[in-house]
């Protein structure tokens, strides 16, 4: 039922921005990163260790790190928005944990935002809507047990999709992290914790 309910809203989300702009600002940016790059040099978070090695993306893939599970509308529904690759990296830890970070990259801002908003609900079942001051635009749903946020910088977004005992503090400080890394300010490299 939750997969019928997401696919719905992916397909509503595709006529929104095939037929017109969204007009937001996303639409005039430029910003571009390389997704592999970006979660190639996220430290390990406090209390949780990699899981394997950095993974390249393409469509299908993409949605199976956004969503935790394939979903073939999404993933047709990506190439009308105009994707062009991604990178995901996850981390787990005790009790459960589990924290994915998803960056794609995009021919345009105004589908990643609508999708990996779309997402960050499906992922988050009778989640409430989280909208972090820290990040402007950003749209997130949590619960007790889960969390999700994604934010859009010019052509590059940034998705976190976390569940068990992992709070707000550490997505938002993965979150920070991320903007760093796609925008060139943080080369610290895979091994150091911050």
Avoid at 103 to 113: E, I
Avoid at 135 to 155: I, K, M, Y
């Amino acid at each position: 039922m939750r997969w019928f309910s997401f696919s719905a809203l992916v397909v509503a989300s595709a006529f929104a921005f095939s037929g017109c702009s969204l007009g937001s600002e996303q639409a005039g940016q430029t910003h571009v990163a390389d997704p592999a790059a970006v979660v190639s040099v996220l430290p390990a978070r406090p209390g949780l260790t990699t899981t394997g090695p950095v993974t390249t993306l393409n469509a299908a893939g993409f949605t199976e790190a956004l969503l935790g599970h394939p979903d073939a509308t999404l993933t047709k529904t990506l190439a009308s928005g105009g994707f062009q690759r991604g990178a995901s990296r996850t981390w787990t830890g005790a009790n459960g944990a589990s924290l994915t970070a998803v960056v794609g990259l995009w021919s345009d801002g105004d589908p990643a935002q609508s999708i990996g908003g779309d997402a960050a609900n499906a992922v988050v079942p009778g989640g409430t809507s989280w909208m972090p001051r820290e990040f402007s635009g950003s749209q997130g749903s949590r619960s007790a047990t889960a969390r999700a946020l994604n934010v859009v910088d010019g052509q590059v977004s940034l998705f976190l999709r976390a569940t068990g005992p992992v709070d707000d503090a550490m997505v938002l400080r993965q979150m920070s992290l991320m903007k760093q890394a796609e925008a060139g300010r943080d080369r610290r490299g895979t091994g150091s914790n911050g």
